[in-house]
T-cell receptor, first 115, second 114 residues
Framework: SQKIEQNSEALNIQEGKTATLTCNYTNYSPAYLQWYRQDPGRGPVFLLL?????KEKRKERLKVTFDTTLKQSLFHITASQPADSATYLC??????????????FGKGTKLSVIP | GAVVSQHPSWVICKSGTSVKIECRSLDFQATTMFWYRQFPKQSLMLMAT?????????EQGVEKDKFLINHASLTLSTLTVTSAHPEDSSFYIC??????????FGPGTRLTVT
């Protein structure tokens, strides 16, 4: 079955450094990957989407890459701040019809930015 | 940005009763809504996908007679947990999507069945 794997359950990083989170996919080729932020007891918040034909996408301090050879996406937060502490979810999925798309989520990586 | 609301944000009910959770897209028309369940420290598990005006498509292992989904309009979907049991206690989250890849999530509903 198709899987999205985020192998690091938790990541601690010093404030000001760049945080790098990894997402791998197996048994399918997603047309796109998405990254979400989830705070405790809240629903996920959409951050970035990258399509399979795009190598890199940026939004402010965020950068995401998509490597179809390695079957991997990397999510970077530069100049990290304590407010960036949250769980980050990777999700992907193929087209499922009706103009909208099902997502398969990874378990997430809990990022803690230490002041 | 797109806003999705859920009501209630938390609910406690007795075993055997039914609970209805509402999901609304406030500022856009959601052609598709998704219902997820999330257990502590686990990933979001898709329960069902619903398109406005048609029957929901349930994921394998999700009982459609237990989790009733109605998507009556482009801005409202409801999930009813029927004859709830303690093992149904979880965090239920809906998301809505228009004609794009992005899904916009509601804040979630914490269900506790005693």
């Amino acid at each position: 079955s198709q899987k999205i794997e985020q192998n690091s359950e938790a990541l601690n990083i010093q404030e000001g450094k760049t945080a790098t989170l990894t997402c791998n996919y197996t048994n399918y080729s997603p047309a796109y990957l998405q990254w979400y932020r989830q705070d405790p007891g809240r629903g996920p918040v959409f951050l970035l989407l990258i399509r399979e034909n795009e190598k890199e996408k940026r939004k402010e301090r965020l950068k995401v890459t998509f490597d179809t050879t390695l079957k991997q996406s990397l999510f970077h937060i530069t100049a990290s701040q304590p407010a960036d502490s949250a769980t980050y979810l990777c999700a992907g999925g193929p087209y499922s019809g009706a103009g909208s798309y099902q997502l398969t989520f990874g378990k997430g990586t809990k990022l803690s930015v230490i002041p | 940005g797109a806003v999705v609301s859920q009501h209630p944000s938390w609910v406690i009910c007795k075993s055997g009763t039914s609970v209805k959770i509402e999901c609304r897209s406030l500022d856009f028309q959601a052609t598709t809504m998704f219902w997820y369940r999330q257990f502590p420290k686990q990933s979001l598990m898709l329960m069902a996908t619903s398109n406005e005006g048609s029957k929901a498509t349930y994921e394998q292992g999700v009982e459609k007679d237990k989790f009733l989904i109605n998507h009556a309009s482009l801005t409202l979907s409801t999930l009813t947990v029927t004859s709830a049991h303690p093992e149904d206690s979880s965090f239920y989250i809906c998301s809505a999507s228009g004609h794009s890849y992005e899904q916009y999530f509601g804040p979630g509903t914490r269900l506790t069945v005693t």
